[in-house]
C-alpha cells in the first residue's frame, strides 16, 4: 500500500524521521548505561555512544521544525518534550534507589507528617528541619498523593520529579514568552535555551520546584493583564505600531486588573506554602516591575507582600526571626553570600567538569542575552518587563548567603528571561508588514546588517549554539553523579541502624548527603559534623575524639557515628576534607577506645560511641 502523499512530503519527513531516529538511539542506549559502576567521571564515561548521538539528532530535528514553526508549532513543543526525557529519564527508569540524597530528606519529611498527622511548627527538630513544618504546603500535597497512590512512601515516584516539573514548565514559559513574541521559532528556541540551561539541579522532589513553576505562572498572568493603557500608548507612538503588532499586550482596565489580583491571592499564597525564599523573589520581581510604568500595580505588590509577612510572622516565625537576626552578619558581604555551598573546592574529573561547565553554560546564555538587548532594540522595549524581572534577583546577592545556594538561586529566577533573550539573539527577527509600514531589523542600526545575511548568520549559529548547550548540559547535570546514585545495601544498612537506634538518639555523620540521613529526624539529633569552615574540619581530623566528645550529649543517649561510601564520594568530590581525611577520621575513630564497631558492609561502617566511665 503506497504512502499517502503528505507523509512523504520532505520537510515533513525531516520532521518526523529525526525524532524516531533520535527514539531508536535512546533506546538501544538506555539498558547499555552501566550506572552501577560509576568512577571519578560520574555517568559521562557510562553513557554510550548512542545516547550522545541521540542527543544530536535530536537537536538537528528541532533545528529543522523550527522552519515550520509558525504553521506548526507542536513540532518544536514535541522535540522540546523529547529533549527533557532524554535527558532526565534514564535515571528515573533505570535506578532502584533515589537519586539524589536529598530527595530522600523531603521523603523523610512527607514521612514525618503522614506519621504524626499534625503540623508542629515550633517544636524544634534536629537539623533545623522544623522549617518544613513552618512551609509545610509541597510536603502536604505529596502526604495527600502517597495516600492517593496507595504506595508506601513518595520514593516510589520522586526521580521522577526532574522531569514531571521539566514538562509542566513548558507551558507556563510558552505563555510568558507569547506574552512578548509572535515568533513562534524564538518561542520554542527560548524554552530550548532554558531546558538545557537548567542545570542548577532544583527540579528535583523539592518545595522550589514547585513554588518556581507558581512563580513563573503569577508573573505570566501580570505580564499579559496588568499592563497599564498610558504606559501602552507611549510605546505605540514610540514604535509607531499598534500594541500586538509591536509585541505589547493591549492595555487592562483597573477593573480587570483587580480581577486578576483576586484570581492571583491563592497561587500566590500556595506559594507562601510551600517556600520560604520564593515569595521574596516574587515580591522583588513585582517591586522591580512597578518601576517600568507598564506594569505598576502597588495593589498586588502589597497583597503578595501582606501574604509573605502574614506567613513569616506566624507559621513561618522561629525561621524568620532567626534569618532576621542572622542578616547583620551577611548584608554587604557579598563576596560570602555569592559562595557556592561549602568552602572546599571540587575534586576529581567528573565533579571538577562540571563546574567548568556550569561556568560555561552561564557565561554562553549571559553573553547571548547581552547581544540580543543591545542589537534587538524594539524587542527589548517590548519585552522590558521580563528583562527587569530577570536582573531583578542580583542584588539578592548582598543579603544573604541563603546555606551557600543564594548564587544558583539567583540564576535560576534569571534563567527564564535569560533563555528568551539568548533566543533572540539566534533568531533572526521576522520582516512584517503592519499598518503600512514596513518593520526590519531590530533597531535603528539594523539596516547595516541585510535580512539573508541575518539568516546565514542565524542558520549557523542556532545549530551550533544549541549543540553546545545540550553537550554542556550532560556533564553540568550528570559530573557528579557518583555522588547521587546510592547502592541499595547502604541504604538498607543506614536504615537498620537508624531504627534501631532508641529515641533521643545522636547520629554523626561526615556530611547530610547520604539517602536515610534524616531519617527519624523528629526523634532523633544529627550533626554532620564536616559541614563547617575548612580550618574546623581540620582541627578535627588531628583530635576527633577531642574534637567531638565535648559536644556529644552527657545524659547517657547514645550516640552513633556512619560513614557510608556516598559521604565518602560526596565529601571527595566537594573538598569538604582533605585528600584521605575521610579513611583518616574513620580510623582514628575506630582504634579510639571511645567508638566500636556496630555494624560493618562493604558499602559503610557504623560506629557507637562509648562514653568515659565516671570516677
Known sequence: MPFPPHLIRPQLLLTWLPLGTATALWIYALPRIDYRHMGDWGLLDKLPAAFYLSLAVLTGGFVVSLRRAGTAPWWPGLYSVALLFALKAPTAILYNAVRYPWASKHD?????????????????????MAAYDQWP???????????????????SYLNWAPLFYGVVLIPVLVLVYRTFAED?????TGVWIFEVANWVGQDYFSPQGL?????????????????????????????ELDPAAAGIPPPTTARQRAVCVAVLVPMIAAINFTHQLTPVMLCVALGALSLTRRHRNLGLLAVTALIMLVWDLTMGRPLFVETLASLKESVGNLLHNSRAGYVGELTGPGPVLQGRADVVMVLVVAVLALVAVVLRRALTR?????????????????VNDYGGEMLFRVYLFGLPGAAFFAAAALV??????????????????????????RRRIGAVALPLVLVLLVGGFVPAYYGKERMYYTPPAETAMVTRVIDN???????????GSFPQALRRYDQLEHWFVAEQEEPRNVAMLRDPVGFLEPQLPKDGRPVYFLFTRTQYVYSAGEGLLPVGGFQELEAKLEASARFRVIDRTPYGTALKYAPP???
Open 501 to 511: 537506634a532508641p529515641k533521643g538518639s545522636m547520629i554523626l555523620a561526615v556530611t
Open 137 to 155: 504546603g509541597f510536603f502536604t500535597l505529596n502526604a495527600g498523593l502517597v495516600r492517593a497512590f496507595g504506595v508506601d512512601t513518595a520514593a
Open 184 to 188: 513562534w521559532r524564538l518561542v520554542w
Open 108 to 128: 523523610a519529611v512527607v514521612s514525618h507528617l503522614l506519621a504524626n498527622q499534625e503540623l508542629r511548627p515550633g517544636v524544634p527538630l534536629s537539623g533545623n
Open 428 to 453: 533572526p527577527a521576522a520582516g512584517r508588514a503592519v499598518a503600512g509600514v514596513k518593520v526590519v531589523g531590530t533597531g535603528a542600526k539594523a539596516g547595516r546588517v541585510s535580512p539573508a545575511a
Open 613 to 615: 566511665r565516671p570516677p
Open 211 to 239: 513554588a518556581l513553576i507558581l512563580h513563573l505562572a503569577v508573573l505570566a498572568v501580570v505580564f499579559r493583564h496588568f499592563v497599564r493603557p498610558r504606559s501602552a500608548g507611549r510605546l505605540r507612538s514610540r514604535a
Open 382 to 398: 517590548s519585552a522590558l518587563p521580563l528583562l527587569v524581572v530577570s536582573v531583578a534577583p542580583v542584588p539578592l546577592l548582598a
